[in-house]
Nanobody
Framework: VQLQASGGGLVQAGGSLRVSCVPS????????MGWFRQAPGKEREFVAA????????DYADSVKGRFTIDRGYEKNSMYLQMNSLKPEDTAVYFC??????????????????WGQGTLVTVSS
C-alpha cells in the first residue's frame, strides 16, 4: 500500500469530517489524485479529484457544494473536507493517484495507486 487514508469515523448527519491521504514509501510528485467511495453492496464510485497543479478540481454531483478536495503544503498529500454529511455518504473512502500531469479523471481504472480505505459512517 503506497497511500495511507485516515480520518474516517462516526458522525451525525449534518456534521463534518476531514479525511486524509498521505503517501508511504514514495512520492507522488506530478500525479493527479482522487477520492472514491464504496458503500455496502454498491460499486465503487467517484467522489472528487484534484490535478497536480491544483488548478483543476472535479466533484461528483452528489457531493458538490458540500465536499472540498485539496492537497497538502508540498502537494504530496491530499485531503477531503466533508461538510453537511448525509447518511448516504456512508462508505469506505479510498484515495488514489493517477500519473497525469494535467487535469483529472473520474475513472477508477486510470488510477495506478490506491490506499486501503477509511470508513465514514453518518448516522441519521
Amino acid at each position: 500500500v503506497q497511500l495511507q487514508a485516515s480520518g474516517g469515523g462516526l458522525v451525525q448527519a449534518g456534521g463534518s469530517l476531514r479525511v486524509s491521504c498521505v503517501p508511504s514509501k514514495r512520492t507522488f510528485s506530478g500525479y493527479a489524485m482522487g477520492w472514491f467511495r464504496q458503500a455496502p453492496g454498491k460499486e465503487r464510485e467517484f467522489v472528487a479529484a484534484i490535478s497536480w497543479s491544483e488548478s483543476s478540481t472535479d466533484y461528483a454531483d452528489s457531493v458538490k457544494g458540500r465536499f472540498t478536495i485539496d492537497r497538502g503544503y508540498e502537494k504530496n498529500s491530499m485531503y477531503l473536507q466533508m461538510n453537511s454529511l448525509k447518511p448516504e455518504d456512508t462508505a469506505v473512502y479510498f484515495c488514489a493517484a493517477d500519473r497525469r500531469s494535467y487535469g483529472t479523471s473520474r475513472y477508477a481504472v486510470e488510477y495506478e495507486y490506491w490506499g486501503q480505505g477509511t470508513l465514514v459512517t453518518v448516522s441519521s
